[in-house]
């Protein structure tokens, strides 16, 4: 080997070297679960946990494919970045100037999956019976791997208008750069493998998630591995193990009936709206009864129609959200036995509308690593070091409970999410930036899945364990919350 080539190896080995030991440094499950009663009733399960990372090594395997040099790979993701820069990012901010709210977005959908048609990819609209969902899939993909790609499109609703203030407007332009890159490489190289973009409305419309209908309807059969990303404060990931972003949630409306009468003689009717608010009452006083990570989050949604009847129809819209299911079941019982109680205090009567839920997904650390280690490499700013709460790379749970994924989160915003500052800054460099990164860092992941066994054996053997897991995981928590033995009352 030539001094130039002999150097030049040397430098790169040792950069590897020093990757391997920064991110091996980094404990796996520093943050294993997200409550201190979680990690000791299922101690046994973080600890088999722990012994699954340790032998995946996923900070050694992001090292090695992300430090070493890669022209094939960094091609890709210069064309990514060329995507974004040359035609993307105005597309990014055009949708995020028209907010349209879940399933509703009619012009964000044409925008996307025009784009998607021009670049070689065939558009299946309306699956799973959803207007606004869609399926693309490249047309000049040959069997191997199934790579994925979640976009997001609507708009938070807003009191005064409605917002990109979670910038889920930028969600499909990204997707775009990375389908387009990829499968651009994927042709040029006769690289085995192909890319399906699954357009997934209504996220803010959940719970039932619009992903969990898709899922249902079997739209995302066949994907091995999915990538998504989302707006963030910093650039950081989740640990592996069990959860979700945003607690597990159960979505419910109580929905009283009482009579109607004239406000000056309102002892002739029963008050509906009177039972909404005992409901609001009894859910405070109960708050002290609950564990402290327990979430309780209730709007009116009808209360009457004029001052002068009393109101013989109320509904109270519910998110009654804890950090995991077996906990939440107890706190959604006392809530429905609220209500029962504000109906039977009132002489009115109620009825329980359990609309949907969103559930624990799967963490996968040989994926999360490897697309931090991008979002690094490629300049993401305000970086967390430490692995957060393990969350699956979707909010649903159920998607990421099946196939394999991970969720890119580089710094994108100095607002709160579900901010107009959040979306005010999707237009501005630390938006365009964090998108930037975040299109180069899944192309690059992607590029890696699709051309090396190893890291795909890997994700398959890392999620196929975690996930026979979760069984023991539920049925240790089953033990650590255990219901008080309330006596009858005596004289």
């Known amino acids: 080997m030539p001094a130039p080539a002999r150097s030049r190896h ?27 009663t979680q990690r000791a009733a299922a101690s046994d399960v973080v600890k088999r946990q722990g012994e699954l990372e340790q032998r995946i090594n996923a900070a050694a395997l992001a090292a090695r494919l992300t430090a070493a040099p890669n022209a094939k790979r960094d091609a890709v993701v210069a064309r990514a970045k060329a995507l974004w820069d040359g035609e993307l990012q105005a597309m990014a901010d055009d949708i995020t100037r028209h907010p349209e709210v879940g399933f509703k977005e009619e012009r964000s959908v044409t925008i996307l999956t025009d784009y998607l ?18 399926v693309a899939r490249y047309t000049k ?104 972003c945003c607690l597990n949630i159960d979505g419910v409306r109580y929905i009283f009936s009482g009579a109607p009468a004239h406000q000056m003689t309102a002892w002739e009717g029963r008050d509906a709206l009177t039972a909404v608010i005992h409901l609001f009452q009894n859910v405070d006083g109960l708050r002290k009864n609950m564990r402290p990570e327990t979430r309780i989050q209730g709007i009116i949604t009808e209360g009457g129609k004029a001052p002068n009847v009393v109101p013989d129809r109320a509904v109270a819209d519910f998110y009654i959200r804890y950090p995991d299911e077996v906990y939440l079941a107890q706190v959604k019982a006392m809530i429905d036995n ?34 931090f280690a991008y979002i690094k490499k490629y300049g993401g700013t305000n970086v967390v070091n430490e692995p957060q709460k393990p969350q699956g790379y979707e909010e649903t749970g159920s998607v990421s409970r099946d196939i394999p994924g991970v969720g890119f989160s580089a710094h994108t915003s100095n607002g709160g999410f579900h901010t107009y500052e959040m979306e005010s800054d999707a237009l501005a460099d630390v ?61």
């Open 431 to 491: 938006g365009h930036q964090g998108f930037r990164i975040d299109a180069m860092a899944m192309s690059a992941l992607l590029y890696d899945f699709a051309t090396d066994a190893d890291f795909r054996t890997r994700v398959k053997d890392e999620f196929g364990s975690t996930k026979s897991l979760f069984g023991d995981y539920v049925a240790a928590l089953r033990k650590a919350y255990p219901l008080p033995d309330v006596k009858d009352p005596s004289k």
């Open 338 to 371: 609220a209500a029962r109680g504000a109906a039977l205090a009132t002489g009115t009567k109620v009825m329980i509308d359990d609309y949907g839920s969103m559930r624990d997904g799967i963490s996968v650390a040989a994926l999360n690593e490897v697309a």
């Open 117 to 134: 048609t021009r670049h070689g990819f065939a558009v299946e609209k309306g699956v799973a019976g959803l207007a606004t969902a869609f």
């Open 10 to 36: 040397r430098l790169a080995h040792h950069a590897l070297a020093a990757a391997v030991a920064v991110l091996v440094a980094v404990p796996p499950l520093a943050r294993a679960q997200e409550t201190p």
């Open 141 to 244: 993909g040959t069997p191997g791997p199934n790579l994925g790609i979640i976009v997001e499109y609507d708009a938070l609703r807003g009191t005064v208008r409605d917002y990109h203030g979670d910038q889920h407007s930028t969600q499909g332009p990204i997707g775009l750069a990375v389908a387009v890159a990829v499968s651009e490489f994927l042709t040029a190289s006769k690289t085995p493998g192909t890319v399906t973009v699954y357009g997934t409305p209504a996220e803010e419309m959940m719970p039932p998630p619009s992903k969990t209908v898709m899922h249902q309807a079997g739209v995302f059969a066949g994907a091995d591995v999915i990538v998504r990303t989302h707006s963030s404060v910093n650039s950081q990931r989740p640990a592996p193990g069990f959860g979700t």
